[in-house]
């Protein structure tokens, strides 16, 4: 019996770990990521994951920091992200900082490594096709504007924020 793939649109940290999370329970993923075609002017590489405000994923104190609790969950459950991020760490106090290339060659390594992922560079212009069963739409703030005014359509709303 073959499974179809899941479908992700972003290859940032949301997409990539998602990726990465249903590849290792055994679901084939379709990864779409628009960069290098398409680019941003915040992004400087074609990396998956690249970090392109701060380096920092903010306290990695588990013990009394809820994000720090939330960085060791993340470990529990084999974070992608969180295996890099510990592997490219540099010195930054209680913080978890990460050198970005680093980093972020190393996250989009292990997902062109893995069996079970297939990366497709394109843009997204609207929303995806009826034959794509399953959809995780995991773009943020540098969503291209034709897929950020298709949600917007979809959804209603005049305008959309990302955290």
Do not use: K
Not at 64 to 73: D, Q, S, T
Not at 115 to 139: F, K, N
């Amino acid at each position: 019996m073959s499974v179809s793939p899941v479908h992700i649109i972003g290859g940032g940290l949301a997409g990539s770990e998602a990726a990465w999370q249903l590849a290792q329970a055994g679901v084939p993923v379709v990864l779409h990521e628009m960069r290098p075609l398409r680019r941003t002017d915040a992004h400087q590489t074609d990396h998956l994951a690249e970090l392109v405000c701060s380096n920092s994923f903010r306290s990695d104190d588990a013990e009394y920091n809820a994000v720090g609790v939330l960085h060791a969950e993340l470990r529990q459950a084999g974070s992608l992200i969180f295996q890099a991020a510990d592997t490219h760490q540099v010195p930054a106090g209680g913080a978890l900082a990460v050198d970005r290339d680093g980093f972020s060659a190393a996250v989009t390594e292990a997902i062109n490594a893995h069996p079970l992922i297939t990366v497709e560079r394109g843009e997204i212009t609207g929303l995806p096709p009826a034959e794509w069963e399953d959809v995780i739409i995991a773009t943020g703030p540098l969503t291209s504007e034709p897929l950020a005014e298709a949600i917007r359509a979809l959804t209603g709303e005049e305008s959309l924020a990302f955290f």
